[in-house]
T-cell receptor
Framework: EPEVTQTPSHQVTQMGQEVILRCVPI?????FYWYRQILGQKVEFLVS????????KSEIFDDQFSVERPDGSNFTLKIRSTKLEDSAMYFC??????????????FGPGTRLTVL | AQSVAQPEDQVNVAEGNPLTVKCTYS??????LFWYVQYPNRGLQFLLK??????LVKGSYGFEAEFNKSQTSFHLKKPSALVSDSALYFC??????????????FGAGTRLAVHP
């Protein structure tokens, strides 16, 4: 069964460094998302992406964040200058255009980002 | 504004007993409702959804949920709990009135502990 994959599973970085989190959504999906979960807290929406542009973004998704779909398969989240409070689990998700699973979002296993 | 409330931080159940994990929601348009489960150090796994139709929806691993429009609730249930059901359960809602890329709004999560 197709899955959303994410790399790396764990990223440790120094405060102020740039990080890129990578995701490979399910191949026929058209809608892509990033969410994050700070340890012990709820899952929060960051950004949605459709047709090669941002559809919606939350207040968390400030100028330090960017997303890109550099080719037909990858979907990346870049944090330009990491802060301690960016430490969280970051989940990528994708959803299909139509069919039985329309409206579902399929989540990847997550990347745990630790900012020191 | 959209929101989801999961009033219980933790639910404790004996194995073999029925379980209920509560969820209430607020959304301006048509509610699309979801339950996800998260095992330790894992991503979010889809359990079931309500989009339209029958108010009782059945999902994975013997779980079901009942949509109640008047009470704006979508409680998760299982007739007979297993120890392996112990995990963190998230209720989520999105506004189905527009767009295939609408964000999911998650509740804070309920930890289910099933005791042998």
């Amino acid at each position: 069964e197709p899955e959303v994959t994410q790399t790396p599973s764990h990223q440790v970085t120094q405060m102020g460094q740039e990080v890129i989190l990578r995701c490979v959504p399910i191949s026929n999906h058209l809608y892509f998302y990033w969410y994050r979960q700070i340890l012990g807290q709820k899952v929060e929406f960051l950004v949605s992406f459709y047709n090669n542009e941002i559809s919606e973004k939350s207040e968390i998704f400030d100028d330090q964040f960017s997303v890109e779909r550099p080719d037909g398969s990858n979907f990346t989240l870049k944090i330009r200058s990491t802060k301690l409070e960016d430490s969280a689990m970051y989940f990528c998700a994708s959803s299909p255009p139509a069919g039985v699973s329309y409206n579902e979002q399929f989540f990847g296993p997550g990347t745990r980002l630790t900012v020191l | 504004a959209q929101s989801v409330a999961q009033p219980e931080d933790q639910v404790n159940v004996a194995e073999g007993n029925p379980l209920t994990v509560k969820c209430t929601y607020s959304v301006s348009g048509n509610p699309y409702l979801f339950w996800y489960v998260q095992y330790p150090n894992r991503g979010l796994q889809f359990l079931l959804k309500y989009i339209t139709g029958d108010n009782l929806v059945k999902g994975s691993y013997g779980f079901e949920a009942e949509f109640n429009k008047s009470q704006t609730s979508f409680h998760l249930k299982k007739p007979s709990a297993l120890v392996s059901d112990s995990a963190l359960y998230f209720c989520a809602v999105r506004d189905g009135s527009s767009g295939g890329y609408n964000k999911l709004i998650f509740g804070a999560g309920t930890r289910l502990a099933v005791h042998p």
